[in-house]
């Protein structure tokens, strides 16, 4: 299934605004598909209003939009006991692994596996980018596929996709996704 762009690269995508220049970023070398499991953005309505955003990025970039569904209780299952963490911690860790987790699943279950995996969540000035990759590395090792190891911010990263969003009238939420998050 390889394109003119180059070979197929599962992405987790967080929201539209990140997914924005990081696609930017990997469509002149990868056959991007985008992937959006997020089961930490609560309440539901702020979900649904994220992944609208992102479906228009998804429309916009010409890029495939995988929605492997919105299970709450996954989330919760896997932050079990970590809700008093602060922002940055251990129930952040946990969600990513998670996120992940299913990003690369989805990716080996295709028809024709898919065999590398990245995600945006490392354009954030506030997502530790070594601690997003090393989770990256680990869900790889357990899935036996490839992890692209990138730190979107670099080179403007950032600063590029609050460009695009304004210009396309991006939906840029104000927290994180998940409850806690939302209480600071």
């Given at each position: 299934m390889e394109t003119e762009a180059g070979p197929p690269l599962a992405l987790h995508v967080c929201c539209g605004p990140c997914s924005t220049a990081v696609i930017e970023r990997l469509q002149?070398?990868?056959d991007v598909h985008a992937i959006w499991y997020n089961p930490n953005i609560q309440p539901s309505e702020e979900h649904r209003t994220r992944l609208d955003a992102m479906r228009r990025v998804a429309q916009l970039m010409d890029t495939p939009l995988m929605n492997p569904g919105y299970d709450v209780d996954d989330w919760m299952k896997a932050c079990a006991g970590l809700m008093g963490e602060p922002e940055g911690?251990?129930?952040?860790?946990?969600?990513?692994?998670?996120?992940?987790?299913?990003?690369?699943?989805?990716?080996?279950?295709?028809?024709?596996?898919?065999?590398?995996?990245?995600?945006?969540?490392?354009?954030s000035p506030h997502k530790p980018t070594e601690i997003m990759n090393e989770i990256g590395e680990e869900?790889?090792?357990?899935?036996?596929?490839d992890f692209l190891t990138r730190d979107f911010k670099q080179q403007h990263?950032?600063?590029r996709s609050v460009e695009l969003s304004k210009r396309w009238g991006i939906y840029r939420q104000d927290y994180c996704?998940?409850?806690?998050?939302?209480?600071?």
């Open positions: 002149a070398e990868w911690g251990a129930r952040c860790h946990e969600c990513f692994r998670l996120r992940l987790r299913r990003t690369a699943l989805w990716a080996l279950e295709q028809e024709k596996p898919i065999g590398i995996f990245s995600t945006t969540l490392t354009l869900v790889a090792a357990e899935f036996g596929i990263g950032f600063q996704g998940c409850l806690p998050s939302r209480r600071g």
